[in-house]
Every structure is written in C-alpha cells, then in structure tokens.
T-cell receptor
Framework: SQQGEEDPQALSIQEGENATMNCSYKTSINNLQWYRQNSGRGLVHLILIRSNEREKHSGRLRVTLDTSKKSSSLLITASRAADTASYFCAQTGANNLFFGTGTRLTVIP | NAGVTQTPKFQVLKTGQSMTLQCAQD?????MSWYRQDPGMGLRLIHY???????DQGEVPNGYNVSRSTTEDFPLRLLSAAPSQTSVYFC???????????????FGPGTRLTVL
C-alpha cells in the first residue's frame, strides 16, 4: 500500500494553543496535500505544497515538506474550537492520491 | 455551482442486492474518483476516471463497477452487495482541463452504506 501515515493519531489541546501533526509517505511525490474532515462530512482541501517547495502558509496554517525524509507537517496556530476535526495528508501517485489514516484533533474551549 | 453532489446520503442493503451510488459535478472537471472510508483505514481509492469514456481501477476495485459516459456524472455500481462493503463512500473531482489530476480534490458529502 502507498498509504502514508499521520502522527499522532489523536491530539487534544486547549483553545489558543498550537497544533502540530506529521505525515510520512513512502514514494516520491509531485505534491502533498492536507485535508480537513468534520464529523460526518466530506473532506475539504486546506493546502497543497509542491515537491520543490519547503514551506507554505495559508492563514493560520503552516505546512512544511522534507522530501529527503519523505515527511510533512501541518501546524495550526492559535487553535479554535471550530478547528476540531480530522486532518489527512494525501500524497500524489501517477493519476491519483493516497490518503493517510488521519489525525483526530480536539480543541477544548 | 453545487460542486460535487452525491445521492443517496444513506442506504441500507441486504447481502446480494445491487445498487448505484450517484455522483455529479458541475465544475467541468475531467478527473473524478471514488473512495471508501473505513475506521482506521483512511480513504482508499476504488476507481477513477480521467475523462469521459476512460476509467481505471484504484486500490480496492473488487465488487464495484464504474462508467463515465459524460463529464458530469460518475456512478459507482455495487454488483452484489456484501457486508464487507459497509462503508462511507466519497466521490471527488479535480480540474479543470490543463491542471494536474492530482491537484486539489473537491469532495462530495458522502454516502453511508450499510450491508446487512
């Protein structure tokens, strides 16, 4: 399987704290993406980072990519209760994406 | 734009029954795909299509058929439902023409299927 893995599987923090989740993948990529899934809903795209990029920001999100270690991290700063969700990384294949198993983030008000 | 729509939202089947999960997108996307999501397994790709008339298998295609007669629609057929197909099914699309198939994916809301 080419599925990547997120770490940790679950994370619980207080509102206002930062949340960091990591993703490891197995093969070379064109890009790596992060998605959010609220309970019972479909996935929503958060950010895409290409293989020649090392860091990318979008609002309170910061993504890093280390292709030599085949790993990426997602940082959510100043977390809010509304950030409670599952977060998935997805690595590219030839014509499709391979999703990890996700990190369940709980932000406590 | 409605984006990616899926019907039905919920479905209960008996073992051996067949059904079609519908997926439609109004963004003129070339690429469409079906995933299933099971607890602890993440999303796994069932089938995908890079354009009308073109389909290919993903990671877990057994027991499922697809066709792509139009750009907008990409139905998923369960030929003879089994309890192992109990899952949440998501359809996704990406495009438009000229972008990579593996760029941003737009997901539908999902269909929760239970096979008894």
């Amino acid at each position: 399987s080419q599925q990547g893995e997120e770490d940790p599987q679950a994370l619980s923090i207080q509102e206002g704290e930062n949340a960091t989740m990591n993703c490891s993948y197995k093969t070379s990529i064109n890009n790596l993406q992060w998605y959010r899934q609220n309970s019972g809903r479909g996935l929503v795209h958060l950010i895409l980072i290409r293989s020649n990029e090392r860091e990318k920001h979008s609002g309170r999100l910061r993504v890093t990519l280390d292709t030599s270690k085949k790993s990426s991290s997602l940082l959510i700063t100043a977390s809010r209760a509304a950030d409670t969700a599952s977060y998935f990384c997805a690595q590219t294949g030839a014509n499709n994406l391979f999703f990890g198993t996700g990190t369940r983030l709980t932000v406590i008000p | 734009n409605a984006g990616v729509t899926q019907t039905p939202k919920f479905q209960v089947l008996k073992t051996g029954q067949s059904m079609t999960l519908q997926c439609a997108q109004d963004m003129n996307h070339e690429y469409m795909s079906w995933y299933r999501q099971d607890p602890g397994m993440g999303l796994r790709l069932i089938h995908y299509s890079v354009g009308a008339g073109i389909t290919d298998q993903g990671e877990v295609p057994n027991g499922y058929n697809v066709s792509r007669s139009t750009t907008e629609d990409f139905p998923l057929r369960l030929l003879s439902a089994a309890p192992s197909q109990t899952s949440v099914y998501f359809c996704a699309s990406s495009g438009p023409t000229g972008t990579s198939y593996t760029d941003t994916q737009y997901f539908g809301p999902g269909t929760r299927l239970t096979v008894l």
